[in-house]
Structures are given as C-alpha cells and as structure tokens.
C-alpha cells in the first residue's frame, strides 16, 4: 500500500509564505512525475506545479514567481514553497505522484487546507 501525505497548510495573511510538504510511503519502487493540485470550493482541481522525477518543473500562470516546486528523491517527498500570497490562493492543495510498483500508477493524498486572509 502507498499513501501520500500533505502538511504544511494553514493560515497566513496575504503576502505571506507558506510551505507545503507531500511526504510518500509505503511500497514503492521508485516514484516518476509528481505533482501540486488545488481546489476551489465549487470547481474542479486545477493544477499548480510538477516536478519529473529529474527535476524538471512546470507552473500555471497564476503562480510563477510565486510558487517553487522541489523534491528530494531520497526522502520520497515533494515541497511547494509559497510566497507572496494572495487570498485567491485560499484552496484545498492536493498532491499526486506516478509511484512504481509493478507498473506506474496515480496516487493522490487527501488534501492540507492553504487560506490566505486579507
């Protein structure tokens, strides 16, 4: 069995950083591309960042300059470093990766609540 894990989420005012963590455990063989989501009451989940498993990035429009993704492959955990925030950024934050076992397949955590007040 696998399970990814956020933290990090909170309250912080606009302007603010916060930085998220997307720790993955289990049975796995290795881990390929993963991934930063974020869902608005109401709307589907929208992508935010992802990170290749040899570090190649990419970021929605509404977060570059903003919003760095990393990873650290030893440890088997993804961060999403927020700064300047904006009470638009007021989400859900899921993340997802492609984790090996016999063959890839999609895991998603269950979510860590980012609200930025005004």
């Known amino acids: 069995q696998v399970q990814l894990v956020e933290s990090g989420g909170g309250l912080v005012q606009a302007g603010g950083s916060l930085r998220l963590s997307c720790a993955a455990s289990?049975?796995?063989?290795?881990?390929?591309?993963m991934g930063w989501y974020r869902q608005f009451p109401g709307k589907q989940r929208e992508l935010v960042a992802t990170?290749?498993?040899?570090?190649?990035?990419n970021y929605a429009d509404s977060v570059k300059g903003r919003f760095t993704i990393s990873r650290d492959n030893a440890k088997n955990t993804m961060y999403l470093q927020m700064n300047s925030l904006k009470p638009e950024d007021t989400a859900g934050y899921y993340c997802?990766?492609?984790?090996?076992?016999?063959?890839?397949?999609?895991?998603w955590g269950k979510g860590t609540q980012v609200t930025v007040s005004s």
């Open positions: 997802n990766a492609g984790v090996l076992r016999s063959t890839y397949i999609l895991y």
């Open positions: 289990g049975s796995i063989a290795g881990i390929g591309a």
């Open positions: 990170i290749t498993s040899c570090g190649s990035t």
